[in-house]
C-alpha cells in the first residue's frame, strides 16, 4: 500500500471512527449479505470496479483481498483483461500493472 494513503486512511479512521465503523458495517453487510454471488466472484467485480474507475488503491486493496479468499492469478488477470474492450485498452495496462507488482511481492 502506498504509505501517504494509507496515512490518510489511519488519519479518517482516528478521527472519525464512528463514520468508519459505520461504513465499514454497511460494505461488509452489502459484501456478504447482497446477494447470491460467491466471495471470489464479488472480490473479482470488486477489482473490475476498482480498475474501471481509475482508483489504484482500492484496485490494490481488492486485488490483496481477492487473493486470500482464493482468486488464482490466472482469475485477476482474466478479470483484467475483459476491461480492455469495454473501457480502453491503457486502463487495463494500468491495472495489469498494478496487479503484477502485488503478485511479484
Same mark, same amino acid.
Given at each position: 500500500m502506498?504509505?501517504k494513503?494509507q496515512? &490518510?486512511? !489511519?488519519?479518517?479512521?482516528?478521527? @472519525?471512527?464512528?463514520?468508519?465503523?459505520? @461504513?465499514? *458495517? @454497511?460494505?461488509?453487510?452489502?459484501?456478504e449479505?447482497? /446477494?447470491?454471488?460467491?466471495?471470489? *466472484?464479488?472480490?473479482?467485480i470488486?477489482? !473490475?470496479v476498482?480498475?474501471t474507475?481509475?482508483?489504484p488503491?482500492?484496485?490494490?486493496t &481488492?486485488i *490483496?483481498?481477492?487473493?486470500?479468499? /482464493?482468486?488464482?492469478?490466472?482469475?485477476?488477470?482474466? *478479470?483484467?483483461?475483459?476491461?480492455?474492450p !469495454?473501457v480502453?485498452?491503457?486502463?487495463?495496462?494500468?491495472?495489469?500493472?498494478?496487479?503484477?507488482?502485488?503478485?511479484?511481492q
Open positions: 502506498d504509505n494513503i496515512d &490518510h486512511f !489511519s488519519y479518517f479512521q482516528k478521527h @472519525y471512527p464512528d463514520i468508519y465503523q459505520a @461504513y465499514e *458495517t @454497511y460494505g461488509k453487510k452489502i459484501h449479505q447482497g /446477494g447470491p454471488l460467491d466471495e471470489k *466472484t464479488r472480490w473479482l470488486k477489482i !473490475s476498482s480498475a474507475e481509475g482508483y488503491f482500492a484496485l490494490k &481488492h *490483496t483481498k481477492a487473493m486470500a479468499a /482464493g482468486c488464482s492469478p490466472e482469475e485477476i488477470q482474466h *478479470t483484467l483483461l475483459l476491461l480492455a !469495454s480502453g485498452f491503457p486502463r487495463m495496462m494500468e491495472a495489469l500493472l498494478i496487479f503484477r507488482e502485488i503478485a511479484e
